[in-house]
């Protein structure tokens, strides 16, 4: 008889330890980024966004909660590609993006959303709890396709709580349709201040994944004087 | 038949890491108390709520709500036969706890939302079992070999969502069942505790986890509670490899009435087995309906 049915045997000892865990999944926070690449982002806008990206897998994953609940999925547009699919922060590799072509907005939506259907169908079937999708579209352009389908998807997805939807113009971006996709109000990037908003995405995103019921999401406000955003 | 042993339970409720570092008290209250009957044999209660975080007294409401059902279920089960068990009962106790919840926000003029809470509650006879539940957490009985839940914890669409008694439809949302069968073993836990003991793709309750945790109350021969007992699982909740793995608040309730193991009665009546003297071994099926032969 080793020392650990010794322990056990003690009337003192009673050690409740000895209970095994149920081995389940983390439960997952997505995050759909859809990201501009078409011709007019060339030069410092892409490389500020594609080191925006690094920074943002490295937030992630100075929180060991975050990286492992956290997951990606890029779809850059100019034209539409799936970057990413899904990843856990842990997993995820940040894209080397370049500017392209177009700016074929309305379409990077419908594929953005349709990678969350996927990706929430999976997680019910297998028991994965999640939380509240979020959806981020960045962009310094007019759309360039009849972005109004997406439009009204966007806004079924938010009556129904499918998803946040959250839109940032960059310099150059049409504010105006921006209003009429996303009901949040869209925000104006702070000159090239991608590191910041990335930082503050993730900050946000570490917020929610290990938020539990009943309890507030504190998020900062990204349009306070030193914020990377203004309305 | 052989008469099942009394019952032996241990409760507590540990603050998570979470309000461990942010210095506030732990949300999460919890009670067992045994009820003389005039109908029937005592009743076991058993009760536990989570304080929403984000209510300014979440605690407070968990804390009110336990003691509301404890009252309620001594002045409205204890006189009333376990055959007639009803869930509209149920509905009247959460109606008693909103009623007090209310009451407390008024005095304290403020919005019952302050006060929002889960519950989870049970009354056991020995024949019968009336359980409740809004929200998250779960209510686990046993069930032959393995540990059943009886409803599936409340989540809203979302893993941070739930239901609180304080809801406006909360009676909506209030699970109950009368159970017509002896429960021989009961827990109680909270969310903190559901992705340690609860298997989300099979959505049922991990046998491993339950199993060992019962031993030693099973071990225990005197009835009631015992101050060696509650430590040792105050000790565990608050343990490292829990606080790994959750960093909300937990609770945990366990109750058996398994004749006690001693050496000599080892054989007769192995762990999660039922015992072969019993002449009803099979758990009667989890009917809403009465059984009148079983009356006691």
Redesign the interface.
């Known amino acids: 008889m080793n020392e650990f049915d010794l322990s056990r045997q003690t009337p003192f000892g009673v050690d409740f330890s000895v209970a095994e865990f149920a081995d389940n999944p983390e439960p997952r926070c997505p995050c759909v980024l859809l990201l501009d690449n078409s011709w007019s982002m060339s030069g410092q806008p892409i490389a500020e966004l594609n080191e925006g990206l690094a920074t943002f897998k490295e937030e992630l994953m100075a929180d060991s909660l975050a990286a492992k609940r956290v997951e990606i999925a890029i779809v850059s547009f100019g034209p539409v590609h799936v970057v990413n699919e899904f990843q856990t922060a842990e997993r995820f590799a940040p894209p080397h993006l370049t500017a392209e072509k177009d700016t074929p907005m309305g379409l990077a939506i419908s594929k953005g959303l349709e990678l969350l259907n996927q990706r929430k169908a999976l997680y019910r079937e297998h028991g994965i709890p999640f939380f509240r999708p979020w959806v981020f579209l960045i962009t310094d352009g007019t759309p360039t396709d009849d972005w109004k389908p997406a439009a009204s998807q966007v806004r079924q997805g938010e009556d129904s709580r499918a998803f946040a939807f959250f839109a940032v113009g960059v310099e150059g971006a049409n504010l105006d349709i921006l209003q009429q996709i996303s009901l949040r109000q869209p925000l104006r990037l702070r000159g090239l201040r991608f590191r910041e908003l990335f930082q503050w995405l993730s900050n946000s995103m570490r917020s929610v994944s290990r938020s539990v019921p009943g309890t507030e999401v504190p998020l900062i406000n990204p349009t306070q004087p030193d914020g990377w955003a203004s309305v | 038949m052989t008469p099942p042993g009394d019952w032996r339970y241990v409760y507590a409720s540990v603050p998570g890491l979470?309000h461990l570092s942010d210095g506030s008290d732990c949300q999460d209250v919890c009670a067992v108390r045994q009820l003389a009957a005039t109908e029937s044999d005592p009743l076991l209660v058993l009760v536990a709520a989570?304080?929403?975080?984000?209510?300014a007294r979440?605690g407070t409401g968990a804390q009110l709500a336990c003691e509301t059902f404890l009252r309620e279920c001594e002045l409205r089960l204890a006189g009333t036969a376990p055959e007639e068990w009803t869930p509209a009962l149920a509905a009247t106790l959460l109606d008693s706890v909103r009623t007090d919840l209310a009451q407390a926000a008024a005095t304290a003029e403020t919005a019952i939302r302050d006060f929002?809470c889960t519950l989870l509650g049970a009354v056991i006879a020995a024949h019968h079992a009336l359980v409740l539940q809004i929200?998250?957490g779960a209510i686990v009985i046993d069930a032959g070999d393995n540990y059943r839940t009886v409803f599936w914890p409340q989540?809203?669409?979302?893993?941070?969502?739930?239901r609180?008694v304080t809801d406006t439809d909360a009676a909506t949302y209030l699970e109950c069942a009368v159970l017509a069968e002896p429960i021989m073993e009961i827990a109680l836990l909270t969310?903190g505790l559901q992705?340690?003991?609860?298997?989300?793709?099979?959505?049922q309750a991990?046998t491993?986890?339950?199993r060992?945790?019962f031993?030693?109350l099973r071990a225990q021969t005197e009835p009631g509670s015992s101050a060696?007992?509650t430590e040792?699982?105050a000790?565990?909740l608050a343990?490292p490899?829990v606080n790994e793995?959750t960093?909300?608040d937990k609770t945990l309730i366990l109750a058996t009435r398994w004749p006690p193991l001693t050496a000599t009665a080892t054989a007769d009546y192995p762990a999660a087995i039922n015992p072969t003297s019993d002449p009803d071994p099979s758990p009667a099926p989890s009917g809403r309906e009465d059984c009148g032969a079983e009356a006691s």
């Not at chain 2, 989540?155 to 739930?162: A, L, R, S």
């Open positions: 979470a989570d304080g929403a975080g984000s209510a979440g929002a929200g998250d989540t809203g669409q979302y893993v941070n969502e739930t609180f969310d992705s340690l003991a609860l298997h989300y793709q099979e959505r991990y491993p986890f339950f060992p945790m031993q030693p060696s007992l040792a699982l000790h565990f343990s490899a793995r960093h909300d």
